[in-house]
């Protein structure tokens, strides 16, 4: 079946910082790719996506490109803020049909000043 | 826009009681709901898929006896867990598709705790 995996955290950053955070998956056919974002109190919110091979996803500084040939979707901020800080999930929605999401674990980014 | 909320934010209860959880769209209409469960330190997992007016499709593995999904309206989706179980503690997320497609709108979960 499908599957997401990320790089476990926490990862602990100093502000402005180059950040990456890896993702990798395991899908049949055509997958659509995401990066959600969970900050504390809130629901899980999107942060960017892309559908297709070779499609970057960019928004709020935050990027990641959709490798078919490497099945990753790393997600990169070139200088991170302290309000970066939260809970970011990798997710993908099966090019199959199916609309539910497979995530992954989630990495917590904890941003210091 | 998309704000999606549930209720309640978290929930304790007695092993053989039955807990309810409502998710709401509050600014759009949702033919479609997703309910998700999470772990701690795990990943949100998929356990069923609702339409409004039609019954929800369960992941496998997930009892539907158990955990019954309505949809009765294109804001609103409720997710009962039934004679609940100490495993069944965890925290419970839904998310909400617009009619018009596009990307799903989480809640902010709710947490059940079953003694």
């Known amino acids: 079946g499908d599957s997401v995996t990320q790089m476990e955290g926490p990862v602990t950053l100093s502000e402005e910082a180059f950040l990456t955070i890896n993702c990798t998956y395991t899908?049949?056919?055509?997958?659509?790719l995401f990066w959600y974002v969970q900050y504390p109190g809130e629901g899980l919110q999107l942060l960017l996506k892309?559908?297709?091979?070779?499609d970057k996803g960019s928004n709020k500084g935050f990027e990641a490109t959709y490798r078919k040939e490497t099945t990753s979707f790393h997600l990169e901020k070139g200088s991170v803020q302290v309000s970066d800080s939260a809970v970011y999930f990798c997710?993908?929605?099966?090019?199959?049909?199916?609309?539910?999401?497979?995530f992954g674990k989630g990495t917590h980014l904890i941003i210091q000043p | 826009g998309a704000v999606v909320s549930q209720h309640p934010s978290r929930v304790i209860c007695k092993s053989g009681t039955s807990v309810k959880i409502e998710c709401r769209s509050l600014?759009?209409?949702?033919?479609?709901m997703f309910w998700y469960r999470q772990f701690p330190k795990q990943s949100l997992m998929l356990m069923a898929t609702?339409?409004?007016?039609?019954?929800?499709?369960?992941e496998q593995g997930v009892e539907k006896d158990k955990f019954l999904i309505n949809h009765a309206s294109l804001t609103l989706s409720t997710l009962t867990v039934t004679s609940a179980h100490p495993e069944d503690s965890s925290f419970y997320i839904c998310?909400?598709?617009?009619?018009?497609?596009?990307?799903?709108?989480f809640g902010p979960g709710t947490r059940l705790l079953v003694l």
């Open positions: 998310s909400a598709r617009r009619v018009d497609g596009g990307s799903q709108y």
């Open positions: 899908a049949t056919g055509y997958p659509s």
């Open positions: 892309a559908t297709k091979a070779d």
């Open positions: 997710a993908l929605r099966s090019g199959g049909g199916a609309d539910g999401l497979t």
């Open positions: 600014d759009f209409q949702a033919t479609t």
């Open positions: 609702s339409n409004e007016g039609s019954k929800a499709t369960y």
